[in-house]
């Protein structure tokens, strides 16, 4: 297992697979997903063309956060399993040359939590200052409040403390306290719990928000930092191979930081570029996606970028200006109903109308622009959502595996799921299941296998520079990836029209471009634009070969 592990600078080319345990395979008929099940489907995963599995939280939990809420850090919570089967599925895992990581919520527990129990005894308990306390609840006033469609104030009153306790979530998230040591080695000491088991790696959860000072924000601050470089520690000395992600959704500056020198987090989310693939697409205008990349600031060596379009959250926008997300939110949530908070809980195909061209679009640029893609369980087949359920469970629906009952999700009674499995017409589990497109070969699963192989084909993906190419309009988006001497060049038409478009690409001339699918017939390129014309949507990929 160690040995597994230890493989360096994996995390460089990985594809992620986001996985809710509850949502994905029930093995024992209670209604949810569990780890057993989730065993069972590890050649389906692994027929994706993956790498590495991410499991949002598996821990006790009250479930008010989806587990988001731990009750104990050190446990599985029974509903979907228990540490033998995580052990099992870590070894299964690796027999198949995939990783696991799961989420690590440091910044709070649930308030179920016997810490927090404890905690609420009073000063006297040795627990107390595990948390932020106050007398007053106006401390820290220009922190915001990040649920807004639900908390009011990041103060909540606990009646039995007789003080109000500090929560950058729902309130019954109350939040650690970090300025007290004993709780940075309590963290510490959870994630060599789960190193120890054999897991590759977390992805950290809500880290911007661990320590408070009055007259911030209470985000980013350099004491956060300094614990960021005590967990990246640890991995280096105990556990090479096993990495740190971060979820940060910050500018990027700030956003950038969390890689410190390359002695803070592995991998973060780039949470800037996510709304501007949307945006760029909507508006059939490159400049968002390039003026993104192009101000990012550059990463240490051996860092690496997670990109995503979706997960299991809403699509935020707390990145983008407010006249982008005024923008935003009106073509891409028509019904109220799709906001939440600061975002649209929306799932891939419905944001994009289902259109296949603008799916395949998209993809095509997260499995080509820099970055290790992270792919949401239910968005390689098309999944769809139920904007009917509360909060972001419209995203956390049932697996649909096939036609069968519950989708061949679960053998329970319908009534005992854990949420219901779609039944829309557009989404319905009997046409939009894995079974169905594993029989058709040009499902949209077929297709997104084919890409992700013709990606892990090519190292310049994962490891190459990335420079843009001058294009004679705007609604063409073309650059190159280039890694020891191989050049590919990437070009897509983020238009719903037909467009011809002159390339400047006289810095490769005499190469020619060689299509992914083996077509050798473009002509070679010269001291002079290069012309091609792209169908709605299309985007092709090549490799720049002599001629
Ligand atoms: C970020 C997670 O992605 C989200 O699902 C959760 O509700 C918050 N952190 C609070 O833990």
Excluded at 24 to 43: A, P, V
Excluded at 126 to 142: A, G, I
Excluded at 174 to 188: G, K, R, S, T
Aim: proline share 6%.
């Amino acid at each position: 297992m160690a040995e597994f592990n230890g493989g360096g600078h994996w995390h460089l080319d990985a594809v992620f697979y986001q996985v809710y345990v509850r949502g994905f395979k029930d093995s024992s008929r209670d209604g949810n997903g569990d780890l057993r099940g989730l065993i069972e489907k590890l050649d389906y995963i692994e027929s994706l063309g993956v790498s590495c599995l991410w499991l949002m939280p598996i821990f006790p939990s009250p479930l008010r956060d989806d587990g988001y809420d731990v009750s104990d850090f050190l446990e599985i919570d029974p509903s979907i399993g228990s540490l033998a089967d995580f052990q099992q599925l870590t070894e299964a895992a690796h027999q198949r040359d995939l990783r696991v990581i799961t989420d690590l919520v440091i910044s709070h527990t649930s308030d179920q939590h016997h810490w927090f129990q404890k905690a609420r005894q009073g000063p006297d308990s040795p627990f107390f200052s595990y948390y932020v306390w106050s007398d007053s609840d106006d401390r820290y006033q220009e922190a915001q409040v990040i649920f807004s469609d639900t908390e009011h104030s990041n103060w909540a009153w606990d009646h039995q403390a007789k003080r109000y306790y500090w929560h950058r979530f729902f309130s019954h998230q109350p939040d650690l306290n970090y300025d007290h040591l004993p709780v940075q080695e309590a963290i510490l000491d959870v994630m060599r719990f789960w190193l120890d088991l054999g897991i590759d790696g977390f992805r950290v959860d809500a880290v911007p928000y661990l320590f408070e000072r009055e007259g911030t924000n209470c985000e980013n601050l350099p004491e956060t930092h300094a614990f960021c470089r005590r967990m990246r520690r640890l991995i280096d000395g105990e556990y090479p191979g096993r990495i740190l992600l971060a979820e940060a959704n910050q500018w990027p500056d700030d956003l950038v930081a969390y890689f410190g020198a390359g002695d803070e987090f592995h991998m973060a989310f780039n949470f800037p570029l996510m709304p501007r693939l949307f945006l760029a697409l909507r508006r059939e205008d490159n400049r968002p996606l390039i003026d993104c990349i192009e101000t990012l600031p550059a990463i240490p060596a051996d860092c690496q970028w997670a990109t995503f379009l979706r997960n299991h959250d809403e699509l935020t926008l707390e990145m983008v200006t407010d006249a982008d997300r005024d923008y935003l939110t009106s073509e891409y949530a028509r019904d109220p109903r799709m906001m939440l908070n600061v975002g649209i809980r929306r799932r891939l195909a419905p944001l994009l109308d289902h259109d296949r061209r603008r799916i395949e679009l998209l993809y095509s640029l997260l499995l080509s622009l820099p970055g290790a893609p992270v792919i949401y369980y239910g968005d390689e087949i098309g999944m769809g959502d139920n904007i009917y359920l509360g909060d972001r469970n419209g995203v956390r629906t049932p697996m649909q595996w096939s036609d069968d009952r519950n989708a061949g999700f679960s053998s329970a009674d319908p009534s005992r799921l854990y949420k219901p499995v779609l039944t829309d017409p557009l989404d319905n589990y009997q046409t939009v299941n894995v079974a169905a497109q594993l029989r058709s070969p040009a499902s949209l699963l077929h297709w997104l296998r084919h890409q992700l192989r013709l990606r892990s084909s090519q190292p310049v993906f994962s490891r190459g520079e990335i420079r843009f190419v001058q294009v004679s309009c705007r609604s063409i988006v073309a650059f190159t990836r280039s890694h020891r001497g191989t050049t590919a060049l990437l070009v897509h038409n983020l238009a719903a029209t037909v467009q011809p478009v002159h390339l400047e690409l006289e810095a490769y001339a005499g190469l020619r471009p060689v299509h992914f699918s083996g077509n050798h017939g473009f002509p070679q390129i010269q001291a002079a634009p290069y012309f091609l014309n792209l169908a709605p949507y299309e985007s092709l990929w090549f490799l720049l070969e002599p001629a």
